[in-house]
């Protein structure tokens, strides 16, 4: 059995993991204390992956790891040459370990010489950062989980922690069921699946919270209830702004905020992932501040990130405008302190280029040499289309990942085989600042290598030699960056580590820092707080006529960033098994359900199928981030998302771009399920997913003659001595296929006129039969049994329990959760999938009114 | 009273058993060209094929028909009619009075005026007769050709080819069964028959039969020569309606009858083959014993009326289940098609309008019964997908 740390989200579990790969919850770790969430119990699913990279390549051939590490130091030999320190870079990622993370520092700002290091936290939490900084002059996180179910009042500010946090949102939900007196408000344009718990929604328009939490101030300070801070004068004269909500709505708000001592004001990328995220941060903060509910228990403003290690980048200082360890350029000495710890005189003097302005000179021409690392910016950049050229433009660009199938590992010249979940070894630190090991249990996979390994390689040919026998000594020296240039009020601080011996490490507990001495553990910090003011922006492109709605891009409860691990899961894709736009059912006009839509803006387009939800505000469309060239090229979203940014953070305004939305008209709507994946090129719009058994559903529309198109696919699928069972309707436009040997399902064809098609979930389970029967064939072509129900959507995802037998359990007399679950297990693993489950039993309360 | 019925094939054998039981006091007299006991000529191909023996093919024997009433007279053909007299005389002088005289003559299979169309060898496929002098030839092996690829024709080559005769099917339009099948169900069937050896050319015309004593050749409009020791000809039926014209009956193409199946002459009744009801004339032995029954219900003195079904087609060619109905012809419908190839199952709906108007049925016809009730119904099907799948799809639907 090993102890360690789940890859996904910012909660960080942690999770023992047997000799077979099965996963569970970790009792012992104070993060989840034995829970885990839908992405995380499927971890073991993701292990042996198709499509790992395994070799080193260069210019597409595989080569040693010698010649691809010659190759990456000569391309930054020759850009050092050609265009200096600042014309090389590297773009990392929240899900590298803090070993990694410091190696990659190091080598940019102290090898290359450059600060041009930035991180895909930069899209995440950057705003955090900022505000933290300039509210407590250090990026401190002051609170500890445990605050989020001691408080007597928690406000979710921009986050669907329900979905994306979906382990605290348990513990949320649990502690609000033991003191049925908590209160939950939830801050967000959407009706987010977050609201099931919530007793106050606040619908703001895209960009309000601002206005909304300086309208909190000016309440707080009218009742006399702010306190004597620094700052606190100029932050109220420039709260102002009121925002656009029911007034009964707000003052409630600000009612329950000024009479609840222990509140929790937790945001996250709604709040982060915008123009003015820096001041939505300190707005938060202030009330915080001016209230001294902060540092509490119970109370306190709460930055929760996105990924599994950004608080790690973070410590590290893996990013463009941070040093190292919390050291700053502009506290004096700082520099020269690391400068002389780590013997490098060409120590980066200044910050550098954040992850939109690193894109943009990279399109313009400027940039020689990248290094990319664990993550996918051709696809997850804002003007993912500029992004991609700029990409290409690069004389060298090196991708270390373990996956061959990402977008950004594509269009890579030198391609590195980098370690995954279970194989790498190292720390990562969670939004509670608790250290927790990764640890490996896993052979390493072909030639697959440590990242902190390759770069020590490269620094190594580029005359450096760091030094290091493992993760370990990275760790130390990590810990000794942090003693730098002390005495210093600087609150991070792992003195106590930098003895650490091997052992000591291997055997690390999670620890949560300061940890000024062997054997701390740190707790709820009370930083030196200052106000900051915060006069309201709008957006900083406003929608207008010709792009009336503001798109919103986001996440998904089964899938993490870009779908390379999530992705291969069936059980996962099962959630939301194809791109969708919601949009609220008054803005639709002539736009219908289910009918693609393209999303346009000044800045690039993606079409996706269009769902009609009333959970949307009017006047805002909802598009999850993570879809990919790889699954549906037409539907990736970010090359249609603007790319403006935070003044202060930098961080992209990815919750606002001005768009319209567009019908796209096409001849025939289908779907093929085949036992392998087909191009994604199938059709003008297709969108392929794994399912169970090996089976490949792909998702189509276009826009020729439908009957060309089903013959084109069905010799796409078609198989020697197998034989068909086919519909045609040909005035209708439908035709239905479905290919056979010997009885085995071999593939379906369907096209439809309209997107409505039969469920794919039945036909998909017959793949499973070893032999279907003549008289059930054409069973296959109806989508169903001939006197059974339409199939219908999974729901829990651990128990596989669909939509339908919860509510056949709902009609049956399933009054709660708990009766649901106890008849169909559904919600009885993760739990990930309550909310849903509540809705049904919402709905089905309002269609039988009492 | 006395009821004659004239020709002993279904429709007038059932005719004559059911007046026989069900009007009071008759002497019901069945007349029958052949000497044979009436027969089911259905099982006709039953007999060429070797599935069956001629007494198997018996019907009613003697001693049945006499139990029933009805006295069966073997071998007497009817040359002559007086109405006014109410007589009828065969061949052989005989006169045979009667009240009420039914009509069964039946029809007679098309012999095309083709050079040597009278060669020994050369055989029509119709009775009992026919099917004796093929088996005769068959014993000697060689090549068949069978001129007309329907249903008749079908069967007689399947028939012969189960004999061991190398067979070829000629047939005027580009696929068989042209009347009951689509082009692609006629495909299927004859590729399917094409596995058991029947070679089938088409479209193609035969313009002689060639030989001396004996067929010995078709020479098809192409120059074409196709040996063959044995000619079937099997391109259609023609009412037998000499008996009824010249005496004055009202006949077109066949003897025309009302609702209760009654000529022109009160007196006398028509069913079967030989009758042609609101222009249209009948084939199959479906209606003709629907016929016959309401005939006998006339003769009784009950109100009877016959209504026919559209057309409709159920089949067993050679083991596969074929079955059409209505609008088969794709002009002016719109086609919903189903295709099993490992099954060989194939089914072709015909809309217009929203409604079924039509349906090709190859392989599997269990839902006749449902699409033929659907285009009497002319009702607008909402779910078309499910409609070509099959009733219990279509409950499941609703």
């Given at each position: 059995m090993t102890r360690s740390t789940c890859p996904?989200?910012?909660?960080g579990c942690g999770v023992l993991v047997d000799a077979r790969g099965n996963v569970a919850g970790d009792?012992?770790?104070?993060?989840?204390?034995g829970r885990l969430c839908s992405k995380g119990t499927a971890l073991?699913?993701?292990?042996?992956?198709?499509?790992?990279?395994l070799h080193p390549e260069v210019d597409g051939k595989r080569a040693s790891w010698d010649a691809a590490l010659d190759a990456v130091a000569e391309g930054f030999r020759r850009a050092l040459a050609e265009?200096?320190?600042?014309?090389t870079a590297l773009y990392v990622s929240g899900q590298l370990l803090t070993e990694d993370y410091f190696a990659a520092n190091k080598f940019a700002?102290?090898?290359?010489?450059?600060?041009?290091i930035d991180s895909n936290s930069r899209l995440c939490m950057a705003s955090a950062v900022a505000g933290h900084k300039r509210a407590f002059g250090e990026d401190l996180?002051?609170?500890?989980?445990?605050d989020l179910e001691q408080a007597d009042l928690v406000v979710l500010v921009g986050s669907n922690l329900a979905w994306c946090h979906p382990v605290l949102f348990q513990r949320l939900v649990a502690a609000k069921a033991a003191r049925p007196g908590m209160r939950v408000v939830v801050v967000d344009p959407r009706r987010t699946?977050?609201?099931?718990?919530?007793?106050?929604?606040?619908?703001?328009?895209?960009?309000e919270d601002v206005a909304l939490f300086n309208t909190l101030l000016r309440h707080l300070h009218a009742e006399g209830l702010t306190q004597p801070a620094p700052g606190l004068e100029a932050a109220l004269a420039a709260a102002s702004g009121t925002p656009a909500l029911p007034a009964a709505d707000l003052a409630r708000f600000c009612r329950w905020w000024a009479a609840t001592p222990r509140v929790v004001t937790l945001f996250s990328m709604g709040a982060?992932?915008?123009?003015a995220g820096t001041d939505k941060a300190n707005a938060i903060i202030n009330c915080h501040v001016a209230t001294g509910r902060i540092g509490l228990p119970g109370a306190g403003p709460f930055s929760i990130t996105g990924q599994p290690n950004a608080m790690g980048g973070r410590e590290v200082g893996a990013l463009a405008n941070m040093l190292a360890?919390?050291?700053?350029?502009?506290?004096?000495?700082e520099h020269a302190a690391l400068a002389e710890f780590w013997g490098a005189?060409?120590?980066?003097t200044q910050p550098g280029l954040k992850a939109v302005e690193l894109f943009q000179a990279a399109g313009a021409g400027r940039i020689g040499a990248l290094w990319v690392m664990a993550t996918n910016p051709a696809v997850s950049m804002p003007d993912a289309g500029a992004v991609r050229a700029a990409l290409e433009r690069i004389p060298m660009l090196v991708a270390s990942d373990?996956?061959?199938?990402?977008d950004t590992v594509e269009l890579a010249r030198i391609r590195l085989p980098a370690l995954g979940w279970g194989e790498k070894d190292g720390t990562v630190t969670n939004s509670e600042r608790v250290i927790s090991r990764q640890r490996g249990f896993r052979p390493w996979p072909g030639e697959a290598r440590p990242d902190w390994w390759a770069i020590s390689q490269v620094a190594q040919r580029l005359g450096?030699?760091?030094?290091?026998?493992?993760p370990a000594a990275i760790f130390r020296e990590h810990a000794a960056v942090t003693?730098?240039?002390?005495?210093?009020?600087?609150?991070?601080?792992?003195?106590?580590?930098?003895?650490?011996d091997d052992a000591g490490y291997a055997a690390l507990a999670p620890t949560r820092w300061p940890?000024?001495?062997?054997g701390a553990q740190g707790g709820r910090l009370q930083p030196t707080a200052r106000c900051v003011p915060t006069p309201p922006r709008l957006p900083e492109n406003a929608t207008s006529a010709g792009f009336p709605l503001a798109l919103l891009t986001g996440r998904l409860r089964d899938q993490w960033h870009?779908?390379?691990?999530?992705?291969?899961?069936p059980r996962l894709m099962a959630h939301v098994p194809e791109p969708l736009l919601s949009m609220h059912p008054d803005d639709a006009g002539s736009l219908a359900e289910g009918a693609l839509a393209r999303v346009e803006s000044a800045w690039g387009s993606a079409v996706l199928r269009l769902k009609l939800d009333p959970a949307m505000p009017p006047g805002s469309v909802f598009a999850p981030m993570h879809w990919t060239d790889r699954f549906a090229p037409a539907a990736r979203i970010n090359p249609a998302v603007?790319?403006?940014?935070?003044?202060?953070?930098?961080?992209?305004?990815?919750?606002h771009t001005p768009v319209r939305v567009l019908p796209v008209p096409m001849a025939w709507h289908g779907f093929v399920l085949a036992r392998r994946p087909l191009p994604t090129?199938?059709?003008e719009w297709s969108a392929r997913l794994p399912l169970a058994h090996g089976v490949w559903r792909h998702e189509l529309a276009g826009q020729d003659a439908p009957a060309a198109a089903f013959a084109r696919l069905r010799a796409m699928v078609a198989e020697p001595d197998a034989a068909w069972v086919t519909l045609d309707d040909a005035a209708a436009g439908t035709h239905r296929a479905a290919l056979l040997r010997d009885g085995r399902l071999l593939a379906v064809v369907f096209l439809g006129a309209?997107?409505?098609?039969?469920?794919?979930d039945w036909l998909a389970g017959l793949?499973?039969?070893?032999r279907i029967g003549l008289a059930a064939r054409r069973a296959l072509l109806a989508g169903r049994q001939a006197d059974g129900a339409a199939p219908s959507p999974t729901i829990c995802v651990c128990h596989g329990v669909s939509a339908g037998r919860i509510a056949g359990a709902i009609a049956g007399g399933a009054c709660t959760l708990a009766q649901v679950g106890e008849a169909t297990?559904?919600?009885?693993?993760?739990?990930?999938c309550r909310p849903e489950i509540n809705a049904l039993l919402a709905a089905a309360r309002v269609a039988e009114p009492a | 009273m006395k009821v004659l019925v004239v020709g002993a094939g279904p429709a007038g054998t059932r005719c004559a058993v059911r007046a026989a039981q069900r009007v009071p006091r008759a002497e019901v007299t069945l007349l029958s060209?052949?000497?044979?006991?009436?027969?089911?000529?259905?099982?006709l191909s039953k007999l060429l094929a070797g599935e069956a023996e001629v007494a198997d093919?018996?019907?009613?024997?003697v001693a049945e028909l006499a139990t029933l009433g009805v006295t069966f007279r073997a071998g007497v053909a009817v040359a002559a009619l007086d109405r006014a007299a109410r007589v009828v005389t065969t061949q052989k002088g005989e006169c045979l009075p009667y009240d009420r005289l039914v009509l069964a003559t039946g029809s007679s299979a098309v012999r095309l005026?083709?050079?040597?169309?009278?060669?020994?060898?050369?055989?029509?496929?119709?009775d009992l007769g026919d099917v004796r002098a093929m088996l005769r030839l068959a014993a000697q092996g060689g090549h068949a050709v069978v001129i007309g690829g329907g249903l008749l024709g079908l069967e007689a080559a399947t028939g012969l080819a189960a004999r061991g005769m190398k067979v070829t099917v000629v047939h005027?339009?580009?696929?068989?069964?042209d009347r009951q099948l689509d082009p692609e169900a006629g495909g299927l069937l004859s590729t399917r028959l094409g596995r058991r050896g029947i070679r089938f050319i088409m479209p193609a015309a035969t313009v002689a039969l060639e030989g001396e004593r004996h067929v010995q050749g078709v020479r098809l409009d192409d120059g074409r020569l196709l040996p063959a020791s044995l000619v079937v000809m099997s391109v259609g039926i023609r009412p037998n309606v000499a008996l009824a014209r010249d005496a004055g009956l009202?006949?077109?193409?066949?003897?025309v009858v009302d609702d209760?199946?009654?000529?022109?002459?009160?007196a006398i009744y028509a069913v079967g083959e030989c009758t042609e009801h609101q222009g249209r004339l009948i084939g199959l032995v479906k209606p003709a014993l629907e016929q016959a029954e309401v005939a006998a219900a006339a003769l009784a003195g009950e109100a009877a009326c016959w209504q026919p079904v559209p057309d409709s087609a159920a089949l067993k060619v050679s083991g596969t289940a074929v079955w059409s109905a209505g609008e088969i012809s794709a002009e002016t419908a719109e086609a919903i098609i189903l295709r099993d190839e490992d099954a060989e199952e194939y089914r072709r709906l015909f809309l217009r309008d929203g409604r079924l108007v039509g349906a090709v049925l190859y392989?599997?016809?269990?839902d006749a019964g449902y699409y033929m009730r659907l285009i009497a119904e002319q009702r607008v099907v909402e779910s078309r997908a499910e409609l070509v799948l099959g009733s219990s799809f279509m409950d499941a639907a609703a």
């Open positions: 996904y989200c910012g909660v009792p012992a770790h104070p993060a989840n204390q073991g699913e993701t292990l042996d992956q198709p499509g790992r990279l265009g200096g320190p600042d014309s700002k102290a090898v290359l010489g450059t600060a041009n996180v002051p609170g500890v989980y445990e699946a977050s609201c099931d718990a919530a007793d106050l929604h606040l619908a703001v328009a895209p960009g982060n992932q915008s123009s360890g919390h050291l700053d350029w502009s506290v004096p000495g005189p060409g120590l980066a373990c996956t061959r199938e990402s450096w030699d760091f030094g290091w026998d493992g003693t730098l240039a002390r005495p210093a009020a600087r609150v991070f601080d792992l003195a106590g580590f930098t003895a650490l940890v000024p001495a062997p870009t779908m390379t691990r999530t992705g291969l899961v603007n790319p403006a940014v935070d003044p202060i953070s930098g961080q992209p305004e990815l919750k090129d199938l059709a309209t997107p409505a098609l039969p469920a794919r793949f499973a039969e070893e297990a559904a919600g009885t693993g993760c739990g990930s | 060209a052949e000497l044979a006991l009436p027969y089911d000529r259905v099982a093919l018996i019907t009613h024997p005026p083709l050079p040597g169309a009278e060669l020994p060898g050369v055989l029509a496929y119709r005027a339009m580009g696929w068989p069964m009202e006949v077109a193409r066949g003897v209760a199946m009654r000529s022109s002459d009160a392989g599997d016809t269990a």
